[in-house]
């Protein structure tokens, strides 16, 4: 039994419910650890794809409710499947086998005690790659605890720091000051970044990255952010600056969205961003480039989510393992 999950209150929304009797939680799970997807990816930032790509395993569920998220099929609507601790432990050893840098994975905030345990066991079956933290940082400090010593690097989102918009938005009024204590936790447990090799792409091996993804029409939330950042973490973590905000069209969810404008960057907007980024003497870290298609979005519901170019399938919760080749 997860003793954590009895009462549950390993994340902010500290809701209480009996999740190892099968009673569902706010992030839409019981105690159960269910995923959708695991892979190398190879669309993250540069040490982080490196050459062999990012073993990256999908957690389903999510205590956050962003209205536009682009994996809605697995955060909101519940795809994929229960596995058992050996199962999990054989998928980050399959993916390390497989060439991959590291083990990301995403979105597991709200079963940090299950895959702590499986991470503990696959590092004693051999695991030795770094392992990511991929998250929204909607997380408490005392559940980041249960991580230290088995995660590297940690990936956060800082989605804003606008509490009336993660109210509206992220469904988390509280969303601003619980990501700051998350990740200011992150950057004390892994306080300086480290990477391996001096060619190129070099390999990240610990430390933090932290993520935003600008939107539409909210450049001075974008500023905020980049200012926070700036004043707090530009000397101890890198920055990520996301500007691949798409429409999702096909989830229900994006209609909650109201006059939230629900478009892409403008390239002005873009430009915008990048003087930003100068003005604020912010150089050490990735930017994207800007997106103009939908056809990276993924489709969990098939074997190969994302496009070829992009990820090579390694386990789904409809087939478990295959052989992509075949």
Not at 28 to 41: I, N, Q
Not at 193 to 214: D, E, F, N, T
Request: charged share 25%.
């Amino acid at each position: 039994m997860e003793l954590e999950y009895a009462s549950c209150r390993l994340c902010p929304r500290d809701c209480g419910i009996d999740r190892n009797s099968g009673q569902i939680g706010l992030c839409g799970e019981t105690s159960e650890l269910r995923l959708s997807w695991a892979g190398l990816h190879f669309g993250e930032e540069p040490p982080i794809t490196g050459k062999g790509g990012s073993g990256t395993i999908f957690v389903t569920g999510c205590n956050l409710g962003c209205k536009f998220c682009q994996n809605f099929q697995i955060s909101r609507d519940g795809m994929g499947r229960a596995v058992e601790r050996a199962e999990f432990v054989r998928i980050c050893l399959d993916l390390e086998a497989s060439g991959a840098e590291n083990i990301n994975i995403v979105t597991g905030s709200h079963a940090i005690p299950a895959i702590a345990r499986g991470l503990g066991d696959a590092k004693a079956a051999g695991l030795s790659i770094p392992i990511l933290w991929n998250s929204s940082a909607y997380e408490s400090v005392e559940a980041l605890s249960l991580l230290e010593g088995l995660v590297d690097v940690w990936l956060p989102d800082l989605k804003t720091l606008n509490s009336g918009l993660s109210s509206a938005v992220f469904r988390a009024a509280d969303y601003p000051q619980t990501a700051k204590r998350a990740i200011r936790r992150m950057a004390e447990i892994s306080p300086k970044v480290k990477v391996s090799g001096s060619g190129s792409p070099r390999k990240i091996l610990s430390g933090v990255i932290v993520r935003h993804l600008a939107l539409p029409g909210r450049l001075s939330d974008t500023e905020a952010v980049l200012r926070w950042y700036a004043e707090h973490l530009a000397d101890r973590a890198l920055l990520s600056l996301m500007t691949q905000y798409t429409p999702v069209e096909k989830s229900p969810y994006s209609r909650e969205l109201g006059e939230f404008e629900n478009r892409p960057i403008s390239r002005d907007e873009y430009g915008r961003l990048t003087a930003l980024l100068e003005e604020l003497g912010i150089d050490d870290g990735f930017y994207q480039e800007l997106v103009e298609d939908t056809e990276w979005l993924p489709d969990f519901a098939r074997k190969q989510p994302f496009s070829s170019a992009l990820a090579k399938p390694l386990w789904h919760w409809k087939t478990g393992f295959y052989d992509a080749e075949k």
